[in-house]
């Protein structure tokens, strides 16, 4: 299975009449925190690396934190942006956090969004509002064959009244650390 | 609350009918692997540290492995054995594992037993075997005041026919890692 997301800039207000029109369906708030760490004596952004530690909170109540601990490798195929990626849950987002920081690794950025999302079919519809950065829109869906579901995708955009060509490739990590 | 534990070398086949007579309660058994690592460029040896993930199942039905990681921060106050500790659960120990080996943390000594539980009043007895140590027995219980805890916790060592003379303080990966 592979998972194909398209992802681009985007007022929600604009968006929400068009997924209400296309008879998508809300699936859910949430809203995340995510703190990405530096190593103690390797340097992630050279190796490609990164370990995470995400907060996620139901915004219908607030309560019952789940909490992620999540390693991302380096790509091991440039042309299928494939990645070995470890994640798993913990029981508390913060305890996590101190025994990182205990053994060394430093908080060095942080990725605060709420996502709302929506279901349209196959898709995964997502208004995202990330701190620092704005509003963004992503479509996803995962996949045995990668061309149809990018097609796929990119028929939602465009119902959606958004353009395919504006897709951003970067992770909002990247985008804040860019300083774009 | 302290934590008050006395810990001897003792065969369990003679303990046991004590533990009848004496009418302490079966509280189950669980069989716990710990993981130690060593840290990438610290020496934990050397600064008291200690980073473990262990991974418990229940004896009866064998399923449903629970796993938690947990930081052991060097002691504080050498009066009291007081020590930083963090601990949380994590869903997966094997994914917990291959996130800290993935960033440099290498599996240094590994702990195997099995513990059965036994309840008598405030304390808890517990009949260890230990992969490469032996059969221990380990009473314990938490109070607000050390001295009284002891002394009762002496007494149900005496009650069980144990010398509480033969305490051993040594953690049972101290004693793998002496060769004893």
């Keep these: 299975m592979y998972e194909v997301e398209l992802k681009v800039r ?9 997924l209400e029109s296309i008879g998508a369906e809300p699936a859910g708030t949430v809203s995340q925190v995510d703190t990405y760490y530096d190593h103690p004596v390797r340097e992630f952004g050279e190796t490609d690396e990164a370990l995470r ?10 309560e019952g934190e789940r909490a992620k601990v999540t390693y991302k490798g380096p790509l ?41 999302r929506f279901r349209h079919g196959e898709y995964t519809v997502t208004l995202d509002t990330v701190e620092g950065l ?5 479509v996803e869906t995962e996949a045995e064959a990668i061309d149809p579901a990018r097609e ?5 955009l ?14 909002y990590l990247g985008l804040l650390l860019d300083g774009t």
Tied chains: 1, 2.
């Design 10 to 18: 985007a007022e929600h207000d604009r968006v929400r009449p068009r």
């Design 53 to 62: 530690v995400r907060r996620e909170t139901d915004d219908e109540d607030g």
């Design 76 to 116: 091991v195929d440039d042309g299928s942006k494939t990645r070995e990626e470890l994640e798993t849950g913990v029981g508390d987002g913060d305890t996590m956090a101190g025994v990182l920081e205990s053994v060394g690794f430093e908080p060095a950025a942080t990725v605060e969004k709420r996502r709302e």
């Design 134 to 138: 704005g509003e963004f829109v992503e």
């Design 152 to 156: 796929g995708a990119i028929e939602v």
């Design 158 to 171: 465009e119902r959606l009244g958004l353009d395919p060509a504006d897709g951003i490739r970067t992770s």
